[in-house]
């Protein structure tokens, strides 16, 4: 257990589908991430949040919508996907956003695919 | 254009084995090098090195990084079964950022 959930554990929606991806942290953390992971890519960082402040989207499509209600919760708001956005959606978190917290905590991930 | 790089893509070794794997990079303003053990689908820490010819080990597993030569390698000795997965390799540079490499898959085999 690295402290840090994430619901669900697979997700198949259609294109015109709406669906939330959730994310909790139970470690006292300040900054929460969204991650993709698309088979034989990097990592790519999707969006940060850093004390519930959004701090950093990475040209991140529209059809992707992050929520921050509180340090411990982060969620990812989906409509409309296309089927090159299947993938694993990771969350994590780290102590603070920035120098000396490159230690990120991971949590298990959304496996989704989109028809 | 700031990127890491990991070697071999995949490695497949009989239990017993040692494995060497690697990652270089080329980044503005390094910080840390991070390595990830990624088994089924969340990534675990592994270790973070920020000073050259510093050995970092846990266990069978150990972790040394040269900023000169801007790369890290990663040594598993007497592998297990266990030890398959996907290991990630991350560096942090700048202020705040943090690129990742593709990865290297480790099987292994009894």
């Known amino acids: 257990e690295t402290g840090v959930t994430q619901t669900p554990r697979h997700l198949v929606m259609g294109m015109t589908n709406k669906k939330s991806l959730k994310c909790e942290q139970h470690?006292?953390?300040?900054?929460m991430y969204w991650y993709k992971q698309s088979a034989k890519k990097p990592l790519e960082l999707m969006f940060v949040?850093?004390?519930?402040?959004?701090?950093e989207n990475n040209s991140v499509p529209s059809r992707f919508s992050p929520e921050c209600p509180n340090s411990s919760h982060l969620f990812l708001h989906l409509h409309t996907l296309q089927p090159e956005d299947s993938a694993l959606y990771l969350c994590?978190?780290?102590?603070?956003?920035?120098?000396?917290?490159?230690?990120?905590?991971f949590g298990s991930g959304t496996q989704l695919s989109v028809l | 254009e700031d990127k890491v790089v990991q070697s071999p893509l995949s490695l497949v070794v009989h239990e017993g084995d040692t494995v060497t794997l690697n990652c270089s990079y080329e980044?503005?303003?390094?910080?840390?090098l991070l390595w990830y053990k990624q088994e089924k689908k969340a990534p675990t820490f592994l270790f973070m090195l920020?000073?050259?010819?510093i050995e970092k080990k846990s266990g069978r597993l150990s972790s040394i990084l040269d900023k000169k030569e801007l790369f890290s390698i990663l040594n598993i000795t007497a592998t297990q079964t266990g030890d398959s997965a996907i290991y990630l390799c991350?560096?942090?540079?700048?202020?705040?950022?943090?690129?990742f490499g593709t990865g290297t898959r480790l099987q292994v085999f009894p």
């Open positions: 470690l006292g953390h300040n900054a």
């Open positions: 920020t000073s050259s010819g």
């Open positions: 949040y850093s004390l519930e402040e959004r701090v």
């Open positions: 991350a560096v942090g540079y700048n202020t705040d950022k943090l690129i």
């Open positions: 980044v503005t303003n390094f910080r840390s």
């Open positions: 994590a978190s780290s102590q603070e956003r920035g120098q000396g917290n490159e230690k990120l905590f």
